[in-house]
């Protein structure tokens, strides 16, 4: 298990001359375009995720553990390393940082502001192409492409809560819009159609030969088809 940033450097100068050799070496030669390409896209995704985790390491590695002073004057001993959770579409990180707490306060991570860390543990380019799937498709349709592609079992419930909240920006996001000339444009005309199979209750059902055909399902529906057209 590698620890710290000086012992990765070497294994991941290591893992990109093993890289240069699968593209170039005797197996290249027999290989197809298509296998070449799936190899490539999972080693790849490693390598980013080993690169991310060395940038992290850095980061972590490189901070003071002085007294925080806070914008309120309020000073905070360094008190140990905590450990931080952090979804990335290359994986699952895990790395500590230094932390600062004096008794009876909040404690604090200044490497979580300076790296711009999420709330929750998913990462934002993550976050961000699992809502762009899911816009099109039912959430687990497109969790299923995530999962396809990155290898990564994302939950449903943490797309439904990213979504919800992005959506509370949507309002804010028209408004700060400059309408578009009306005069020029013309009128809008919105129309809209929905069908559904509505159930019928048992009083409207026609109990009339009590035993259901082979086929025929407990209960009915009736078509209801609602229009809108507005400008």
Request: charged share 25%; with cysteine.
């Amino acid at each position: 298990m590698i620890f710290n940033s000086s012992q990765m450097i070497p294994q991941l100068r290591e893992d990109f001359e093993q890289l240069l050799a699968f593209v170039t070496g005797s197996q290249a030669q027999t290989a197809t375009i298509d296998q070449m390409e799936r190899n490539l896209f999972r080693q790849v995704l490693h390598m980013g995720y080993q690169l991310l985790r060395l940038f992290v390491m850095k980061r972590a590695e490189a901070e003071s553990h002085a007294p925080l002073v806070k914008k309120n004057k309020t000073v905070l001993p360094y008190h140990s390393q905590k450990e931080r959770d952090y979804f990335s579409i290359f994986g699952k990180l895990k790395f500590e940082r230094a932390y600062f707490y004096a008794w009876g306060g909040s404690g604090q991570s200044p490497l979580d502001e300076a790296l711009s860390l999420p709330e929750r543990c998913y990462s934002d380019l993550l976050m961000e192409s699992a809502e762009m799937l899911g816009v099109a498709e039912a959430y687990s349709k497109g969790l299923r492409v995530v999962g396809r592609l990155l290898g990564l079992n994302l939950s449903e419930l943490a797309l439904e809560t990213s979504v919800t909240e992005h959506s509370q920006s949507v309002k804010a996001y028209y408004d700060q819009k400059v309408p578009f000339p009306s005069a020029e444009e013309g009128p809008i005309l919105v129309a809209q159609a929905d069908g559904k199979g509505v159930p019928m209750v048992r009083r409207e059902t026609n109990f009339e030969g009590a035993t259901r055909q082979r086929g025929q399902e407990n209960g009915e529906k009736r078509g209801d088809c609602d229009r809108c057209v507005h400008d």
